[in-house]
Nanobody, 121 residues
Framework: QVQLVESGGGLVQPGGSLRLSCAASTSIFSIYAMAWYRQAPGKQRELVASIAPGGTTDYSDSVKGRFTISRDNPKNTVYLQMNSLTPEDTADYYC???????????????WGQGTQVTVSS
């Protein structure tokens, strides 16, 4: 099984920055699609950003221009750089990994334990 370990969450003031990290325990990290989700109290979990094995990225409208997702394949790590943070960004952030085996019609999905981000003055 693939273990995902997140770090970097914490308390930050509005306008500040944080960088989240997610380390994966798989030797084939480079072929996983990776993503960050977040869930605020009383809200549904939402996709924040994703990065494909080939490096293509996508962002939700609410974070576009402020957040950057990246991956370091030799380190088996995906990052989420968060800038210009607002209280609306307060949530639990989850790392997600997906492996798709098209020839088998199989999909494998893994989740991290979550890390809390609080944006408050």
């Amino acid at each position: 099984q693939v273990q995902l370990v997140e770090s970097g969450g914490g308390l930050v003031q509005p306008g500040g920055s944080l960088r989240l990290s997610c380390a994966a325990s798989t030797s084939i990290f480079s072929i996983y699609a990776m993503a960050w989700y977040r869930q605020a109290p009383g809200k549904q979990r939402e996709l924040v950003a994703s990065i494909a094995p080939g490096g293509t990225t996508d962002y939700s409208d609410s974070v576009k221009g402020r957040f950057t997702i990246s991956r370091d394949n030799p380190k088996n790590t995906v990052y989420l750089q968060m800038n210009s943070l607002t209280p609306e960004d307060t949530a639990d952030y989850y790392c997600n990994a997906v492996l798709t085996i098209t020839s088998r019609g199989a999909t494998y999905t893994y989740w991290g334990q979550g890390t809390q981000v609080t944006v408050s003055s």
